[in-house]
């Protein structure tokens, strides 16, 4: 918990991986503790939804806007409100977001680290997984 009040937002990037999957997990053991503020993923729109109709964020986001839009589509049909953006913008939004308290960065390559580290300098918690190297 952040204050002993309210659970600690998460922004998961990558949520359909097995690192975000397993985050995912971890968060829906502890609900007291912890809440979904955004999922991000780079092409799985049906595990993304899935996740969606679970965790119920405030934010999606997809890499590409097609597959934006359609998780979009899918969503309202589902009867959800969940707000979608893409590209590394909708990256960077919701991982920069002052509501969020921490982020896990369950992705790879440069552009989407970039994204992470300038969360990383106004973050409570920032985690990167280091299952690869990245150089």
Same mark, same amino acid.
């Given at each position: 918990?952040?204050?002993?009040?309210?659970?600690?937002?998460?922004?998961?990037?990558?949520?359909?991986?097995?690192?975000?999957?397993?985050? /995912?997990?971890?968060?829906? #053991?502890?609900?007291? %503790? @912890?809440? =979904?503020? &955004?999922?991000?993923? !780079?092409?799985?729109?049906?595990?993304? /939804?899935?996740?969606?109709? #679970?965790?119920?964020? %405030? @934010?999606? =986001?997809? &890499?590409?806007?097609? !597959?934006?839009?359609?998780?979009?589509?899918?969503?309202?049909?589902?009867?959800?409100?969940?707000?979608?953006?893409?590209?590394?913008?909708?990256?960077?939004?919701?991982?920069?977001?002052?509501?969020?308290?921490?982020?896990?960065?369950?992705?790879?390559?440069?552009?989407?680290?970039?994204?992470?580290?300038?969360?990383?300098?106004?973050?409570?918690?920032?985690?990167?997984?280091?299952?690869?190297?990245?150089?």
């Amino acid at each position: 918990m952040t204050d002993g009040k309210r659970p600690m937002r998460v922004t998961v990037l990558g949520s359909t991986g097995s690192i975000g999957s397993n985050t /995912l997990d971890v968060i829906a #053991r502890h609900p007291e %503790r @912890f809440e =979904v503020h &955004a999922l991000a993923a !780079a092409q799985q729109v049906d595990v993304l /939804l899935a996740q969606c109709v #679970r965790f119920k964020p %405030r @934010f999606a =986001v997809m &890499a590409q806007p097609e !597959a934006a839009r359609e998780l979009a589509d899918k969503l309202e049909s589902a009867g959800l409100s969940t707000q979608v953006l893409s590209g590394p913008a909708g990256m960077d939004e919701v991982s920069s977001a002052p509501e969020v308290d921490a982020v896990m960065a369950a992705i790879v390559g440069p552009r989407d680290c970039r994204l992470a580290w300038r969360r990383h300098a106004q973050a409570n918690a920032c985690c990167w997984p280091t299952r690869r190297r990245w150089w």
